[in-house]
């Protein structure tokens, strides 16, 4: 046992507790007083995370920081907080209903083994809105939403932490004499800790189904969810395992990033917003980078994006390039100052943008593709006749040479220095043979 630092946790000037006259809610905040208190922890450095309900009273009982969130979201507040602070120690107390109506995010955090410690308050009912059924509700129980008697099965939320992964798993009661060691120890293991403390909600569950401790011993036995310690595991809890993958990664030679270094200059004055359009397959998108990095190698702005169906070698793939003397501020293309179409696919994809082309805007086409819908110009792609035989292949990377001397965009010398910075050697070779039909 620590030095203790407080006699007590609880902040004596807000008692008494709000709680009905037998609520087992009490009990377990003195419970964890006493934990707090034989750990000699600073309430300084520990949060206690309060979910909605009567249990969500409980914060404002205690010395230490709170949170008090959202119904059933208590787990991820305190997921965040400690991953922002490792330093604190983050308790979660929730009830029966916040783990029903935040059940994801329950079996995420085990899941995760993230480094929280959870106290279930399990009334197996909705205390604070007049003892509602809840997911823990006993079969056959009488309450407000089942009047009847419930049909549904009771979630066993322990056995739900246990299946998922979850490092310290227990079940207790409000009545255990040792529940300040159970807390105390899920507060010092390192990863998810849950604790599924048994509860009597007096108002309510109790007298709708003669419901003591007595027999809330009874129907534990009788559906084999026994109490103890039901799960200790020695794996890293999430925000181990993320500092350690953190520092590998620090160790590790910073990736070499690709740095483009102004070595050619354009004369460019103005923005010019170019679509490339074809079909999946061409190299479109590939054609749209080496456009966009020849100009940054030239000293210009420029942005690019992407289009392409999610699916593969099928359907449309489009390029958006701004290249500009100025900062591009906004990537968008709401109308081409250039359109190359280069596959029917790509051409019907961009007819929105063609239609809003003007007169003073080109489109080019490949052949078969030059009834475009548009005010614009519209020029044949015309490549040298020797570059013929590429066309199948290689259209894309001639479209991008073609536009490089047709636009007089930058140096031709800057595209071929693009393919040998961006792209893969054997790529390279091949693409660079394919610009050379423009120097013949
Ligand atoms: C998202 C959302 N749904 C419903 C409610 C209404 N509500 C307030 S308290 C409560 C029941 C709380 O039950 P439980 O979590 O078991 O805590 P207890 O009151 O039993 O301590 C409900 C449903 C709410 N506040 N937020
Ligand atoms: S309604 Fe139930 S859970 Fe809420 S304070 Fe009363 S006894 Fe406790
Ligand atoms: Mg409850």
């Not at 207790?172 to 529940?179: C, E, I, Q, R, Y």
């Not at 190299?283 to 100009?295: I, Q, R, Y």
Request: negative net charge; contains cysteine; aromatic residues 8%.
């Amino acid at each position: 046992m620590a030095e203790p630092v407080l006699d007590t946790y609880i902040a004596e000037e807000n008692l008494p507790y709000e709680f009905c006259p037998g609520c087992s809610h009490g009990k377990v905040l003195g419970a964890l007083s006493d934990s707090l208190k034989q750990q000699g922890l600073d309430p300084t450095e520990v949060v206690i995370v309060t979910d909605i309900g009567c249990v969500g009273l409980s914060d404002k009982y205690f010395v230490t920081h709170a949170f008090h969130g959202l119904h059933g979201r208590a787990i991820t507040y305190a997921s965040g907080i400690k991953m922002q602070n490792p330093a604190l120690k983050v308790v979660v107390l929730i009830g029966d209903g916040g783990c029903g109506i935040g059940g994801h995010h329950l079996l995420n955090a085990a899941r995760m083994n993230t480094d929280v410690a959870v106290l279930v308050f399990n009334n197996f009912n909705f205390g604070m809105t007049g003892g509602q059924h809840s997911v823990t509700t006993p079969m056959d129980s009488i309450t407000p939403t089942t009047s009847l008697g419930s049909t549904d099965a009771p979630m066993d939320i322990a056995g739900t932490a246990k299946v998922n992964g979850g490092g310290f798993i227990a079940r207790s009661t409000a009545f255990d004499k040792d529940l300040p060691d159970m807390i105390a120890k899920a507060m010092n293991h390192d990863g998810f800790s849950l604790i599924d403390i048994w509860e009597l909600c007096t108002a309510y569950y109790v007298v709708r189904n003669d419901f003591g401790r007595k027999e809330m011993m009874g129907y534990m036995d009788s559906m084999n969810m026994e109490s103890g310690l039901l799960q200790e595991t020695d794996r890293p809890s999430f925000q181990t395992s993320y500092k350690h993958i953190q520092t590998q990664a620090g160790e590790q030679k910073p990736m070499s990033g690709l740095v483009l270094e102004t070595k050619f200059s354009s004369d460019l004055d103005k923005p010019i917003r170019i679509v490339l359009a074809g079909a999946a397959g061409q190299k479109v998108v590939s054609a749209g980078n080496l456009l966009a990095s020849a100009a940054t190698l030239s000293g210009l702005w420029t942005s690019r994006r992407a289009d392409f169906p999610i699916t593969i070698q099928t359907g449309f793939s489009v390029a958006e390039v701004v290249i500009s003397p100025e900062p591009v501020l906004y990537s968008g293309i709401m109308k081409p100052d250039v359109a190359v179409l280069i596959a029917p696919e790509g051409k019907a994809k961009i007819a929105r943008l063609t239609k809003a082309m003007e007169e003073t805007d080109t489109v080019y086409y490949a052949d078969g593709l030059g009834d475009a819908d548009s005010d614009a110009t519209q020029l044949p792609l015309n490549f040298p006749d020797s570059a013929k035989k590429e066309l199948r292949k290689n259209i894309s990377v001639l479209a991008a040479g073609y536009l490089t001397k047709q636009l007089s965009l930058f140096p031709f010398e800057a595209l071929k220095e693009a393919v040998r910075q961006i792209q893969k050697p054997k790529i390279a070779e091949i693409n660079l043979g394919v610009l050379a039909h423009f120097e013949d």
